[in-house]
């Protein structure tokens, strides 16, 4: 579930170039606070869950997988599994996406060695170097790099906000929207109205995003899939499995190994 806003902390890096990466091991179960920062930031993890939380709404980002978040966008993150973290942080003149806004982006092999290889930059390098070419390279990955659907929008009226806290609670509410209208006091086409103006989807659309970014933070904390299923309100594994491979095309054993990413293992 998402988490209300709090005091947000500002961070200034002042960086003297124009990248920077960091490397940070987090525990299970750790918060980033609310904050946000001078620089426009990749966030990537090797191993473990990450979700990302703006006021648009959250991102989950399995390995495998970034967020790119922009410089001064207020954010805060939750880690599920130990999060081995590894951040790229760039001058926001150097933004590789024409609409500065966030997204999850698949991190390709050349990418992860790229950020893995700046965090030992000695810093500050100079302009023309072998550390601006490489940046340079990253930029370009980073602008090639498929988008992953891993965003479940916010909601803004109150009366789909209700509808959203009390379906988190308990993912097997399998009610009608009819009857999820009536709950709110509004009639079913409003309601199915508030949903697609608020976040670009169906009701049953927001549903099954709610399951699939769910059950990614349940996989990475180590359940079974039989597990994850269940506690997205599955009864049948391989409902699951089919709703899983539909929105991210594999399996979540599949996904979970990375293979998907390299292109000489996939199917």
Same mark, same amino acid.
């Given at each position: 579930? @998402? ?22 091991? $987090?525990?299970? =179960?750790?918060?980033?606070?609310? /904050?946000? /920062?001078? %620089? ?38 939750? @880690?599920? =599994? ?6 790229? $942080? ?13 997204? +999850?982006?698949? *991190? !390709?092999?050349? %990418? ?15 302009? =023309?170097?072998?550390?601006?070419? %490489?940046?340079?390279?990253? %930029? ?10 891993? /965003?479940?929008? !916010? ?7 209700? *509808? ?11 009610? !009608?929207? #009819? ?7 509004? !009639? ?12 670009? @989807? ?7 995003? +709610? ?13 079974? +899939? ?11 594994? #391989?409902?699951?499995?089919? @709703? ?10 599949? $996904?979970?190994? =990375? ?6 293992? #996939?199917?």
């Amino acid at each position: 579930m @998402m988490q209300k806003r709090q005091n947000t902390l500002t961070i200034n890096f002042n960086a003297k170039t124009p990248a920077l990466a960091r490397a940070e091991n $987090y525990l299970n =179960g750790t918060r980033i606070p609310w /904050h946000t /920062h001078d %620089l426009a930031q990749l966030i990537h993890a090797t191993e473990g869950v990450m979700t990302v939380e703006t006021d648009d709404g959250l991102w989950v980002v399995p390995p495998g997988r970034a967020v790119w978040v922009p410089a001064f966008e207020a954010h805060c993150i939750r @880690m599920t =599994g130990a999060v081995t973290l590894r951040s790229l $942080y760039l001058d926001p003149r150097l933004t590789p996406f024409a609409n500065e806004r966030c997204c +999850v982006v698949q *991190v !390709s092999a050349l %990418l992860k060695a790229a950020i893995l290889r700046t965090i030992k930059f000695k810093q500050p390098y100079a302009e =023309g170097s072998c550390e601006a070419r %490489l940046v340079a390279v990253m %930029l370009d990955e980073i602008r090639a790099a498929p988008t992953a659907p891993l /965003h479940l929008p !916010s909601l803004k009226d109150p009366r789909a906000q209700r *509808v959203a806290e009390e379906f988190q609670i308990n993912l097997s509410d399998r009610r !009608s929207i #009819s009857a999820w209208a009536q709950f709110t006091g509004a !009639s079913t086409r409003t309601l199915e109205r508030l949903f697609r103006d608020d976040t670009g @989807m169906t009701f049953g659309a927001w549903q099954r995003q +709610v399951y699939l970014l769910r059950s990614l933070e349940a996989l990475a904390s180590g359940q079974s +899939v039989t597990a994850a299923a269940l506690e997205v309100g599955f009864e049948n594994p #391989s409902a699951f499995i089919a @709703m899983f491979r539909r929105a991210l095309g594999v399996t979540p054993a599949k $996904y979970f190994r =990375g293979r998907e990413d390299d292109p000489a293992t #996939s199917a």
